[in-house]
């Protein structure tokens, strides 16, 4: 809620049509006495039919109800600033399933019937135009109650409703007998026969009739129209109707375009297709109508024709939904970034949902519409859609026919699949979208290159000597040609051995000095790479290393090690293959046009040849790419399998599983091999295809060429040197064909790259943050609330409140999933808090420097990571310059000194991947140990001895009793007997504190803690 509007808010309101009409002491008394109501974007309130009046100020806001069947629709839509609503919409449908629903960030007035009937006392004319308005909404709620017009957008239909007047009807009415006048007859309620030349048409509320030739190209009121059930109808007189049609020509067509048999007599299911808002989401049935024809124009033909259909693979398995999205949006032309995707739809831990899709698709400016249907209702609809898949997955639907459908699939690419795979796959719900006029508006543009400018910067004068020995290097390769003509037109022809000799020394030279230019300039090419790699390896470790830890909730450790992949690829690119092509390019259309400058029929040859070989490699690059792409897909699972089996050998060997094992392997490695063999298979056809094109063009070059020679129009000497600039010339160009292809890639991964490197710091301005001293380790929550990223995500805290004094040992102890894990990583800083605030020393943890903070807290998690690298050199992490004496000294209190000094390298062994190499119980002495070296000043045990028999336990307890008065210990346990001695017991249960205590109070109550004690036998 909002207390007030913000003055430019009441400016923009002021002049709407309603509020136009009060004085300026009206409207200022109005908007001061208004209920102000703030929505973002996908937020929710019941719709209250007691409102009076609701004024709309800023935004879009959906109303949505529950029809018959149950799915949700949308009833109408407010867009336009100072649209109004009353309670009249809706007085047939049950408030409790009726809601307002925000489009995007808006805002409205509401005014109850108090505030209304002083707003109608002072201004009779504003009481008109709020009556006017109810009517033609309750109108319009009857007209959508029918069924018929229930998917026609409010604005479309209020010209209609504006225009015309209810009129009852009893049973045996005649219409020529009741209406004089032409027009059209919408039924509200009740039932018609419309009799004509002996056949007769049942119409029911929502078709519609006209009486009289009100439309223009067609013969209409010539049947009998006959009332067999009473009802009520709209009916909109000819002047009426052909004003709106000459006002509104695309509204009225949809009434005009069909004809039901010779009559006047028309259904809605023919005519409304023109009317219906495709803005709609919700469920619809399977039947959902076929869009118009017209609408296919959206999409480039020769797109459709060539099925050419953009293809993008996920970053992770979180991501398949909002990367679907990006290929709908290539689809359409536009092209939206990754990263402005996962901003708009908000990616939680589970992922999206299919509403977090639509509400980014409606930001985007397309007009969604969700349903559930089957195989043939897809085919009623217009792709491209996004359609749910196997429960868990989004993929693209781009075409579809009664025997299969082509999809784009995130995780494997573009797939055509039978009706049977489809139906098994498909899970029931797809999300249309169809690209309104303001489409793209919304969408950023994020120069990629730019966020790499910096990192190559420093390196510009490497990149000038690269681009002046490439230079030189072409131009050297033009010598060859020119001399090898030189040759056989002067040379030989005049028997000259001296001249010869002093050309092919001068060959030699020049032939060494362009293998040196050659060498000098990959030379400069690899070094320009390897510093270019360094520096951006370096910079995406640091940034990376200085994002939010809530960034690797969301990014598994595979995505990430895969972007340091992709940086070494994109600069092999950018500064390697990508520039050479370049450059060569450049030097390849300047030797064309020194062919042209030999001859114009060459040039026109060469250019003909260059084309087809660029075109021939352009069209089978795609193919060839997606053929790599699954063996990579297919090899990657035959590994991943091999490498469980391996991991679980132990598991293996205990089921006798060593046969099913292999076999399923066998399978997998056979996939892998077949798919292989399909690629090389294919990488041989387009070979022998290419060079059956080179040759081609060499031949035709020479068929030519020798017939030019015996018309004495060219000498051979000039005949030899085009043909090896045509040599030249086709090379570059196959090349950049090659990596055109391969920039999609580079592109993709040059956006993933730009996610880490603009992604918001943890502490973008640390210098204006708190830095304290020594930590005393007062902690205190003040109704803390704590909610992970995405819109159905729920509350993972909720109004928590507690306080910790220096010196004291908190437990904090509930079932699994009561958030014990989240309140542990707020009081780290790792999270913060949703709603309330968080006080360390008085100071608030979201002002204070965090890197600072953590530098006086210690951690012993479950599962402590342990780094490669000696005994000390782990324990020593948190303080590198200690000393040995104070590495011992801290292992004695642990516990640890004792196994670690019976090593034969005692502190300097080597710990293997992950501590392996010592038992559970002895790396969490360690993790214990390396916590308390830098005596922090508090100290977490995130269920520290769950992995410890109860010799050990009992000596990491002593340990904590001695530590406890120096610090502030945060104790979490399952095994409750670790926290009967703390000073506070938190017990946790959904997220809240449901009881606080000593272990004594907490028993005599008799709750929660209670009932976990029981269960370990400790009552």
């Not at 009706?419 to 979208?433: G, I, K, P, Y």
């Not at 798919?675 to 068929?703: D, I, K, T």
């Not at 196959?734 to 730009?754: M, T």
């Not at 009992?954 to 009967?980: G, K, W, Y």
Request: with cysteine.
């Amino acid at each position: 809620m909002s207390t007030g509007l913000q003055r430019a808010a009441k400016d923009r309101l002021r002049w709407t049509p309603l509020l136009s009409q009060l004085t300026d002491e009206q409207f200022a008394s109005l908007v001061d006495s208004a209920r102000i109501v703030d929505l973002r974007l996908g937020e929710t309130v019941a719709f209250e039919p007691g409102e009076a009046l609701s004024i709309l100020v800023e935004g879009r806001l959906r109303l949505v109800a529950d029809n018959d069947q149950g799915a949700e629709t949308t009833v109408c839509t407010f867009k336009n600033r100072g649209s109004f609503w009353t309670g009249t919409l809706l007085k047939d449908v049950p408030a409790p399933h009726a809601s307002l629903r925000a489009s995007e960030d808006s805002t409205y007035l509401s005014l109850d019937e108090t505030q209304m009937e002083a707003l109608a006392g002072s201004c009779p004319e504003a009481r008109e135009t709020v009556e006017r308005e109810s009517r033609v909404l309750g109108l319009y709620a009857r007209l959508r109650d029918t069924g018929r017009f229930s998917n026609v957008d409010f604005d479309l239909l209020k010209p209609f409703l504006l225009a015309g007047q209810t009129e009852p009807f009893k049973a045996g009415d005649r219409f020529p007998e009741r209406r004089a006048t032409d027009g059209l007859f919408i039924l509200i309620s009740g039932a018609v026969d419309a009799e004509k030349n002996g056949s007769t048409n049942r119409l029911k509320e929502g078709d519609w009739f006209s009486r009289g030739k009100i439309f223009p190209s067609r013969e209409d009121g010539n049947e009998n129209i006959i009332a067999v059930e009473s009802g009520e109808g709209l009916w909109l007189p000819e002047p009426a109707y052909r004003d709106i049609r000459q006002a509104m020509p695309e509204i009225a067509s949809g009434f005009d375009g069909v004809i039901l048999g010779a009559s006047g007599a028309h259904r809605r299911s023919d005519v409304l297709a023109h009317l219906e808002d495709p803005g709609r989401r919700g469920d619809t049935s399977a039947a959902a109508e076929p869009r118009p024809a017209a609408e296919e124009d959206t999409v480039p033909k020769l797109r459709r024709y060539l099925h050419k259909y953009p293809v993008v693979y996920q970053p992770n398995e979180l991501e398949c939904g909002i990367t679907c999205l990006h290929m709908i949006c290539l689809f359409y032309g536009k092209k939206v970034s990754l990263s402005q995707l996962r901003d708009m739809c908000e990616i939680g831990r589970s992922g999206t949902s299919m509403l977090d899709l639509a509400e980014a698709a409606e930001q985007l400016g397309f007009m969604t519409r969700g349903v559930r249907t089957t195989y043939g209702g897809l085919m009623k609809l217009k792709p491209p859609l996004i359609c749910f898949w196997k429960q868990n997955h989004f993929v693209v639907l781009y075409e579809i026919n009664a025997n299969e459908a082509i999809i784009g699939d995130p995780g494997t690419g573009l797939e055509k699949i039978d009706r049977q795979t489809f139906t098994r796959d498909f899970s029931e719900h797809a999300l249309e979208l169809t690209p309104s006029p303001e489409f793209g508006q919304n969408i950023e543009s994020r120069p990629f290159l730019s966020t790499f400018l910096p990192i190559i910067e420093p390196h510009r004068a490497l990149a000038r000597d690269i681009v002046a020995s490439s230079i030189v290097y072409q131009v050297l390769m033009l010598v060859t040609p020119i001399f090898t003509q030189v040759v056989l037109d002067q040379v030989i022809v005049h028997q000259d051995l001296d001249m010869l000799t002093i050309m092919l020394i001068g060959m030699l030279l020049f032939t060494l000095l362009m293998a040196i230019m050659g060498f000098i300039r990959q030379f400069l090419l690899e070094y320009l790479a390897l510093k270019v790699d360094m520096s951006l390896f370096s910079e995406l470790f640091k940034r990376m290393l200085g994002l939010p830890f809530t960034f690797f909730d969301k990014h598994s450790t595979g995505d990430l090690l895969t972007r340091f992949g992709e940086s070494s690829a994109v600069v092999q690119f950018l500064a390697g293959h990508g520039a050479l092509a370049v450059l060569d390019l450049i030097m390849a259309v300047l030797f064309l046009l020194f062919v042209f400058f030999y001859n114009i029929t060459f040039g026109i040859i060469t250019t003909i040849y260059v084309l087809c070989l660029t075109v021939l490699v352009a069209c089978c690059m795609p193919y060839l790419k997606r053929l790599s792409q699954r063996a990579y897909d297919k090899q990657i699972a035959a590994e991943s399998f091999l490498v469980e089996a391996i991991r679980g050998i132990e598991r293996v060997k205990s089921a006798a599983a060593e046969r099913r094992t292999r076999w399923k392997w066998e399978l997998l490695f056979v996939d892998k091999l077949n798919v292989r063999f399909q690629e090389s298979v294919a990488n041989s056809a387009v070979s022998a295809m290419v060079h059956l094109v080179q040759v081609g063009g060499q031949v035709a070059v020479l068929y030519i060429g020798a017939h030019m020679v015996i018309d004495k129009s060219l000498s051979i000497g000039q005949l030899m040197a085009v043909n090896m600039l045509v040599a030249m010339i086709a090379n570059p160009f196959v090349r950049l064909a090659e990596l055109s292809y391969a920039f999609q890639n580079v592109s993709v991964a040059l956006e993933r790259l730009s996610d880490v490197l603009t992604a918001k710091p943890e502490e973008p301005d640390a210098a204006g943050k708190i830095h304290t001293g020594r930590v005393e380790g007062r902690v205190r929550f003040e109704k803390v609330t704590y909610r992970y990223q995405g819109r159905e995500s729920v509350n993972a805290l909720t109004n928590v409140s507690f306080e910790a004094e220096p010196g004291q040992m908190i437990g904090i102890v509930g079932r699994t999933g009561s958030g014990k894990t989240t309140l542990i990583r707020l009081i780290q800083g790792l999270y913060l808090p949703t709603e309330g605030r968080i006080y360390v020393d008085g100071n608030d943890l979201a002002r204070m420097a965090l890197s600072n903070y953590r530098q006086h807290i210690g951690v012993v998690s479950q599962h402590d990571y342990y780094f490669r690298g000696t005994i000390r050199e782990n324990i020593a992490f948190y303080r590198p310059d200690a000393t040995m004496e104070e590495i011992v000294r801290a292992c004695t209190v642990s516990g640890a000194n004792e196994f670690i000094s019976a090593l034969p390298s005692s502190y300097e062994t080597v710990l293997t991947e992950g501590a392996a190499n010592f038992s559970g119980g002895q790396r969490q002495c360690m993790a214990v140990a390396r916590s308390i070296l830098h005596h922090p000043s508090v100290l977490i045990f995130d269920e520290a001895t769950s992995g410890m028999d109860s010799e050990t336990e009992s000596r990491i307890q002593h340990c904590m009793e001695t530590l406890r008065s120096d610090c502030t210990m945060f104790v979490v346990a399952h095994r409750l007997s670790t926290i009967r001695s703390a000073d506070l017991i938190l017990v946790m249960d959904r997220g809240s504190i449901v009881e606080t205590g000593t272990h004594e109070s907490l028993l005599r109550e008799k709750g929660l803690y209670y009932y976990l004690c029981q269960q370990q036998s400790l009552v």
